[in-house]
T-cell receptor, first 113, second 110 residues
Framework: GQQLNQSPQSMFIQEGEDVSMNCTSS?????WLWYKQDPGEGPVLLIA?????ELTSNGRLTAQFGITRKDSFLNISASIPSDVGIYFC?????????????FGKGTKLSVKP | SQTIHQWPATLVQPVGSPLSLECTVE??????LYWYRQAAGRGLQLLFY??????ISSEVPQNLSASRPQDRQFILSSKKLLLSDSGFYLC?????????FGSGTRLTVV
């Protein structure tokens, strides 16, 4: 079955530092999604990527859809305390077979002021 | 617009007591609905999903059950809670791109 590996598992950084996390899949997909879960809340969609090689930004967040269509990374620049939370990746074939999404195990981000 | 409601937000229940968590979706019809559990702020474990009224698929055998009595209502239940049932429970529906999650229920079994 499909496997999704997300790393790192956790990060402890100083406010102002940049953050990078990534996700790799055992299969090829046409859509990558990144979610953020604030403490005590449900995950919220941050960025959706639809094209291999695509680089998309959302404020201080930048995500890329890998050329091989098997990986994606998420960067956060100049981190701030409200970036704290768990970041999840997932991938799917948008417009195709609607199987259940598989989520990565998450990257837990802690930011020290 | 579509919204998802999940309640209660927090629940403390004694071991052996029953459980009922409710999730409703508004603004859409025949959604795919999901129940997830998250232990200790880590990964999302899919418990149940439903593609329609009365249709429930279980991903992990356990002390819990799910029901879908109406198109936009999804209920997570247990007849007798165990300590290991403690966790953060999330309901989600599939629409557009990806899933939209509810705000979660923090369940503590004591």
């Amino acid at each position: 079955g499909q496997q999704l590996n997300q790393s790192p598992q956790s990060m402890f950084i100083q406010e102002g530092e940049d953050v990078s996390m990534n996700c790799t899949s055992s299969s090829i997909f046409n859509t990558w999604l990144w979610y953020k879960q604030d403490p005590g809340e449900g995950p919220v969609l941050l960025i959706a990527l639809y094209k291999a090689g695509e680089l998309t930004s959302n404020g201080r967040l930048t995500a890329q859809f890998g050329i091989t269509r098997k990986d994606s990374f998420l960067n956060i620049s100049a981190s701030i305390p409200s970036d704290v939370g768990i970041y999840f990746c997932t991938c799917m074939n948008y417009g195709g077979s609607q199987g259940n999404l598989i989520f990565g195990k998450g990257t837990k981000l802690s930011v020290k002021p | 617009s579509q919204t998802i409601h999940q309640w209660p937000a927090t629940l403390v229940q004694p071991v052996g007591s029953p459980l009922s968590l409710e999730c409703t979706v508004e603004g859409t019809s025949n959604p795919n609905l999901y129940w997830y559990r998250q232990a200790a702020g880590r990964g999302l474990q899919l418990l149940f999903y439903s593609v329609g009224i009365g249709q429930i698929s279980s991903e992990v055998p356990q002390n819990l059950s799910a029901s879908r009595p109406q198109d936009r209502q999804f209920i997570l239940s247990s007849k007798k809670l165990l300590l290991s049932d403690s966790g953060f429970y999330l309901c989600a529906w599939r629409g557009g791109v990806g899933y939209t999650f509810g705000s979660g229920t923090r369940l503590t079994v004591v």
